[in-house]
T-cell receptor, first 117, second 116 residues
């Protein structure tokens, strides 16, 4: 079974600085997808960025980028130029490829990000 | 609708009471998911529908939990004889395509259930 581990329950960053959130996962599959979701107090999960395991190039979305290390099974999220609106819970998630016939996301336990003004 | 809508947003139930949680997915979305999120945890998968077919219910924790989507649109998650460990946020999500792989799924704001 696949697992996702986020070892940082809470992180703080100064506004305009850069912060990196860690995520490791365990799987025996070779093809899969990884995601970072943001969850503000409203509880609505919002997709931040996604990475296909077969792609070597790290995904980027504006101020958000990932460091995907497939061999190490590591998938960290870097937030540059942090803004007050980035404060939220961040969840790392794993999803198998369609060929595995499963539909579920497997989420980590989350990292609470605080942005200091 | 513009987004995934869930109701009620907040529900307090007495232990032993039955509850029903409703999800209105984004119009036209064929895939619908239910997740359970306990306090301080990440969401955990409960069940998945493709149109009206429940293709995966492996995450339902007990036979007290039942989900349906009879017309392939609105879905209801029913919890019978609620217990305190059922207290959680229940998140619904939908997707325009098949519910696997890289397809983006869109979450609602959840239904907060507290069992007292």
């Amino acid at each position: 079974a696949q697992t996702v581990t986020q070892s940082q329950p809470e992180m703080s960053v100064q506004e305009a600085e850069t912060v990196t959130l860690s995520c490791t996962y365990d799987t025996s599959e070779s093809d899969y997808y990884l995601f970072w979701y943001k969850q503000p107090p409203s509880r609505q999960m919002i997709l931040v960025i996604r990475q296909e395991a077969y792609k070597q190039q790290n995904a980027t979305e504006n101020r958000f980028s990932v460091n995907f290390q497939k061999a190490a099974k590591s998938f960290s999220l870097k937030i540059s130029d942090s803004q007050l609106g980035d404060a939220a819970m961040y969840f790392c998630a794993y999803r198998s490829s369609p060929s595995e016939g499963t539909y579920k996301y497997i989420f980590g336990t989350g990292t609470r990000l605080k942005v200091l003004a | 609708g513009a987004g995934v809508s869930q109701s009620p947003r907040y529900k307090v139930a007495k232990r032993g009471q039955d509850v029903a949680l409703r999800c209105d997915p984004i119009s036209g979305h064929v895939s619908l998911f239910w997740y359970q999120q306990a306090l301080g945890q990440g969401p955990e998968f409960l069940t998945y529908f493709q149109n009206e077919a429940q293709l995966d219910k492996s995450g339902l924790p007990s036979d007290r939990f039942f989900a349906e989507r009879p017309e392939g649109s609105v879905s209801t998650l029913k919890i019978q004889r609620t217990q305190q460990e059922d207290s959680a946020v229940y998140l619904c999500a939908s997707s325009s395509g098949p519910g696997h792989g890289r397809n983006t799924i869109y979450f609602g704001e959840g239904s907060w259930l507290t069992v007292v």
